[in-house]
């Protein structure tokens, strides 16, 4: 009978610490609204100046094609029906010409057999979701290091509250800003013309906040757990910047990784990176492939798990005054 109320109590105080905490930290953040500004400019600026700016698929245009290798023609007369004495010279402007008829709707085929869709920027755009997450799953540390010099997590750790309450306010904290702020930079996509393909529907949408709920619970609990012991947001913030590019250049966020060198595949394939936003383009911008999208859902699935896992055990040994 003891235990049970025991348990009870635990679970109450567990319950009501986890709620109070996560009431907090979103408090705070609506209270800052520059914040979520300052996170969500970035990847709003790669979008449009990147996006759009960087053309890609006028590379593989006819017209760049022809203006590049086609000067003037010499053929022999004999080739030609009906034969001709001499050489005949076809003007480059001519043959051009010629070409640009026959490769004529060779860009958007060019671009989708690289990036599975027929334009960069809806491939591009899906891996900015992926880079807000990264940033603001990499930055949930920094609470704990800003509540330990402030005083409150010592307030916090003289009442019932148990510490994996603390670190799962974190981790949820976390992943409903990256919701949300994926949210932000999705319908700023679609204003911006990123083409969804056929089976994107409100399920996909429930899938995608899924998605990013399994990646930032996962990636944010590695970046609590660097915090737990640490005092200066200085610290904090060098692990944050040694972390965060390589996350981004060594997945699929900015370009395909079957292009890759193949050191950087071996990379690119056990990055939680790329398993994220393969899901997120499964769901918008492909035609949803589901033996993929499985498998991405697996990895996100058993990367939330462990490292959650590993930040609660962490919080038990190392959360301390």
Do not use: C
């Amino acid at each position: 009978m003891n235990i049970e109320i025991y348990d009870r109590s635990v679970f109450k105080a567990m319950l009501q610490g986890f709620w109070g905490l996560t009431s907090r930290e979103l408090k705070k953040w609506m209270k800052e609204p520059i914040i979520l500004f300052m996170a969500i400019i970035q990847p709003i600026m790669w979008m449009v100046l990147f996006g759009k700016s960087m053309n890609i698929g006028a590379i593989f245009s006819s017209s760049t094609i022809t203006n590049m290798i086609i000067p003037d023609i010499k053929i022999p007369g004999y080739l030609l029906n009906p034969p001709v004495d001499g050489v005949v010279t076809i003007p480059g402007s001519v043959a051009s010409e010629i070409v640009r008829n026959m490769l004529s709707g060779i860009s958007s085929k060019a671009v989708e057999s690289v990036f599975g869709v027929s334009d960069y920027f809806s491939y591009l755009a899906v891996g900015m979701i992926s880079m807000i997450t990264i940033f603001t799953s990499t930055f949930s540390g920094m609470s704990i290091v800003w509540d330990r010099r402030l005083g409150f997590l010592y307030k916090v750790l003289s009442t019932p509250v148990p510490r994996t309450a603390i670190i799962l306010s974190k981790m949820f904290n976390a992943a409903i800003r990256s919701i949300f702020q994926s949210t932000i930079i999705l319908l700023l996509a679609i204003f911006l013309g990123i083409k969804f393909s056929p089976t994107f529907s409100l399920m996909s949408l429930v899938a995608i906040y899924i998605a990013i709920f399994l990646f930032s619970a996962g990636l944010s609990s590695l970046f609590l757990a660097f915090a737990l012991r640490s005092t200066r947001h200085e610290t904090q913030m060098a692990i944050v910047n040694l972390f965060t590019m390589p996350l981004m250049f060594t997945s699929n966020a900015f370009f395909p990784t079957t292009l890759m060198p193949e050191w950087l595949q071996g990379i690119a394939r056990v990055n939680p990176v790329s398993y994220i936003t393969d899901a997120l383009r499964q769901l918008t911008i492909y035609q949803i492939n589901y033996e993929i999208l499985l498998t991405d859902f697996i990895y996100l699935t058993a990367f939330a798990t462990i490292l959650s896992t590993i930040g609660i055990v962490l919080s038990w040994k190392y959360l301390t005054k």
